[in-house]
């Protein structure tokens, strides 16, 4: 008798069977229970149990989706939530970190067609030339301190983070952007703030600048001075 044949083998294999079974199960009640907190947390606009729905839904993100989906929620509804979560949880942490130790990642998308800036080793460089509300924005955000880049990828953010080391940013774009960023962050211990864009696409997007304009003031006592946020009601 070799030992594949012996009781000890049938044994082993019996027992790893069943660890992976409820293992696998496990998996899917917890997915489930997430999946139903979700969306309870979304109808009724409270968030419930944060603290184990985030990392939760961080490691089971593909089965929470799906059942999502079964209690008729869309990835949109379920990304939304996911990072108003994830900001309400970064406040304090956000609001503790000096504003020299920030900074602020702005899309290139926001800018005018007729933007007359270049691109630089560290991103855009804004002109304020008037035709977009980004200069006017960025001109209050530096005022207040924050290191502010206008950037057309993922890639210059890294390349950013690693030159300069902020301690928290504010990232804004796009819905999977911003979630993409916060998961970035989340990765390389860094606090984010996300602010969704109110307006998608390709060029001329709008930024939700007075969701900017909040978060920027997180743990500020005082701005420098107002900024017409008129872009972000169209």
Request: glycine content about 10%; overall charge neutral; charged content about 20%.
């Amino acid at each position: 008798m070799t030992f594949f044949d012996s009781g000890i083998w049938v044994g082993l294999m019996t027992l790893i069977g069943e660890v992976t079974f409820f293992l696998i199960l496990g998996m899917v009640l917890a997915a489930i229970a997430l999946a139903i907190i979700a969306t309870a947390s979304i109808t009724r606009g409270k968030s419930y149990l944060p603290r184990i729905l985030i990392p939760g839904m961080v490691f089971l993100e593909g089965l929470v989706k799906a059942f999502c989906k079964l209690l008729g929620l869309d990835d949109k509804d379920l990304i939304t939530f996911f990072i108003t979560l994830r900001n309400t949880m970064n406040t304090k942490a956000f609001s503790d970190t000096p504003v020299e130790q920030r900074a602020v990642f702005l899309p290139q998308c926001l800018r005018s067609a007729q933007c007359p800036a270049h691109l630089t080793p560290e991103g855009l460089k804004c002109r304020n030339c008037g035709r977009c509300t980004v200069g006017e924005n960025t001109a209050w955000l530096e005022g207040l301190g924050y290191r502010v880049f206008i950037v057309p990828g993922s890639t210059f953010i890294k390349r950013m983070v690693k030159k300069y080391r902020p301690q928290a940013i504010i990232g804004v774009g796009c819905l999977m952007e911003v979630k993409d960023g916060i998961d970035m962050c989340d990765r390389i211990g860094l606090t984010a703030i996300g602010v969704v864009n109110l307006k998608d696409g390709c060029v001329e997007t709008i930024a939700d600048w007075t969701g900017v304009r909040d978060a920027a003031l997180l743990g500020v006592e005082a701005s420098s001075g107002p900024v017409d946020f008129h872009g972000s009601a169209e």
